[in-house]
Every structure is written in structure tokens, then in C-alpha cells.
């Protein structure tokens, strides 16, 4: 049977790969939701706007939202579908494009209803990275403490 770690790992990969894979779908087609494609190049227009460095290093709003997008689908995919160290390298490049999110919202004003979606999922990854960095429990470390504990009360008996 698989620890509780190792399922909170494979649902949170699952989950947040599936968000990720949709989101970004949206951002780069109108084939989900032409209403929400909309809302997107509206929100990327105002961004880019808002950074004119980055119109300076010639980043246009289109280009913006499909880098965002296309990051966010591959992750996604990569959260979903591929097993091993992958994942968390996944994990953490969308850690940094919901931090140029929330970094975005806050540059044009935009109020929390607008980008408590960012907030809630940068938390998901976060916890979902720490997870899966834990070192997992070793049977050999346990034994090499004890055996340490053990020569140390050995020597405190001797020495008394």
C-alpha cells in the first residue's frame, strides 16, 4: 500500500498538472471558452502596458500571454503525465510564472477576487515542492542513530 506522502504527491501532481494543462489552454486557444480567451488578452494588454520594459526588450502582450500559456500547458503535462525529478523542476517553474502573476495583478490594481486563483494555486505548489523534497524515512539512518545512542550511553557508563 502507498504512504499517505506518496498519494498527497500523486493527487497534487494530478490535479494541479490538470489546472495548469487547462489554463494555459486557454491562454494560447478560443477553442475552450471564447469568453475566457477574451478575459486573457484583455488582462496580457493591460500587463504589458503596465512594463513597458518589457515592450522595450520587444515582449508584446501576445507574445506574454503564449510564453505564459505554452510554459503552463508543458508543466502541466509534465505534473500529469512524467514520473521522477522532472516533476519538481515542473513544480518550480510554475512557482515562478504564478509569482510574475500575482506580480502582474498587483501591478495594474486588479482586487483579490481577480487573482485569488494564483494566490490559492502558488500555495498548492509550494506545498506540493516541500512535499516532495522531504527526504523520505530511512530504515538505515534510524538504525545508525540508535547505534550512535548506544556507544555514547556505553561511553557515559565507563566514564562514570
Known sequence: MASPRTVTIVALSF?????????????????????????????????????????????????????????????????????GRPKDVANFILLLVMLAVLFFHQLVGDPLKRYAHALVFGILLTCRLLIARQAEDHPEREERREEQINAQEKNKVKVS
Open 15 to 83: 490535479a494541479l498538472g490538470l489546472f495548469f494543462v487547462f489554463m494555459g489552454t486557454i491562454k494560447l486557444t478560443p477553442r475552450l471558452s471564447k469568453d475566457a480567451y477574451s478575459e486573457m488578452k484583455r488582462a496580457y494588454k493591460s500587463y504589458a502596458k503596465a512594463l513597458p520594459a518589457l515592450k522595450k526588450m520587444g515582449v508584446s502582450s501576445v507574445l506574454l500571454r503564449k510564453i505564459i500559456g505554452t510554459l503552463e500547458v508543458g508543466c502541466g503535462i509534465v505534473l500529469t503525465l512524467v514520473p
